[in-house]
């Protein structure tokens, strides 16, 4: 079990950058895989990027890769996600996730087993 805490979120213009980062607790921190993921207002949670547990490999979604970037520090237990040249349809709840299977990293929502509370990203034109 671990237990997840996303913050760092707000409402920024387009172009601006933000960094929300994820706090874990409870378990292991590098027993597992990690993923941001993110919900608009009636559309489909989105894979946004993930990171295996050395941080050594990440993945990200088309519409993100290039101005996001995911790291993590586990000598302090947190998820970080940089998020540069903000867009409009970037606005969602963003939600840190962990991961306890064998891969070294997941795409679907699926195969995540814990997830945060989620932080509000907004991004105005």
């Known amino acids: 079990q671990v237990q997840l805490v996303e913050s760092g979120g707000g409402l920024v213009q387009a172009g601006d950058s933000l960094r929300l980062s994820c706090a874990a607790s409870?378990?292991?921190?590098?027993?597992?895989?990690m993923g941001w993921f993110r919900q608009a207002a009636g559309k489909e949670r989105e894979f946004v990027a993930t990171?295996?547990?050395?941080?050594?490999?990440?993945d990200y979604g088309v519409s993100v890769k290039g101005r996001f970037t995911i790291s993590r520090d586990n000598a302090k237990n947190t998820l970080h996600l940089q998020m540069n040249s903000l867009r409009p349809e970037d606005t969602a709840l963003y939600y840190c996730?962990?991961?306890?299977?064998?891969?070294?990293?997941?795409?679907?929502?699926?195969?995540?087993?814990?997830w945060g509370q989620g932080t509000q990203v907004t991004v105005s034109s």
């Open positions: 996730a962990a991961a306890t299977g064998g891969s070294s990293w997941y795409k679907d929502s699926s195969d995540y087993r814990y």
């Open positions: 409870g378990r292991t921190f590098t027993a597992y895989v």
């Open positions: 990171i295996s547990r050395s941080g050594t490999i990440s």
